[in-house]
């Protein structure tokens, strides 16, 4: 049974650090593609990061470029999240899930996930002073 479960949220002040943690069961990381997903209230989904299964591949949204990263531990079946840098607009419910990425004609890859139902509870980030 697949299965994803987040941890690493807490409340950070500006500038901060935090290393959210997902640790998928019932799938390997080396037939699936994982991304981190966030929603805020009032907000819609964003896709934050994902890592392709089959050469680890990394893909981040504007946002993020360069103040988060993505990793995956293929021995513990878990993928993280470093993220550096933290803002007031970072503050969301970070969840993964499956993805599928799709590179466009201009050489950008998306990415989306692959079933929305499938996710987990997600670990809420609350970055204030």
């Known amino acids: 049974q697949l299965r994803f479960v987040e941890s690493g949220g807490g409340l950070v002040a500006p500038g901060g650090s935090l290393r959210l943690s997902c640790l998928v069961s019932?799938?390997?990381?080396?037939?699936?593609?994982i991304g981190w997903f966030r929603q805020a209230p009032g907000k819609e989904r964003e896709g934050v990061s994902c890592i392709r299964n089959s050469d680890g591949v990394t893909v981040y949204a504007d946002s993020v470029k360069g103040r988060f990263t993505i990793s995956r531990d293929m021995a513990k079946n878990t993928v993280y999240l470093q993220m550096s840098s933290l803002n007031s607009e970072d503050t969301a419910l970070y969840y993964c899930a499956t993805v599928s990425i799709a590179t466009m004609q201009n050489g950008e890859r998306q990415f989306w996930p692959r079933d929305s139902t499938s996710r987990g509870q997600g670990t809420q980030v609350t970055v204030s002073s």
């Open positions: 019932g799938i390997s990381l080396a037939d699936w593609s």
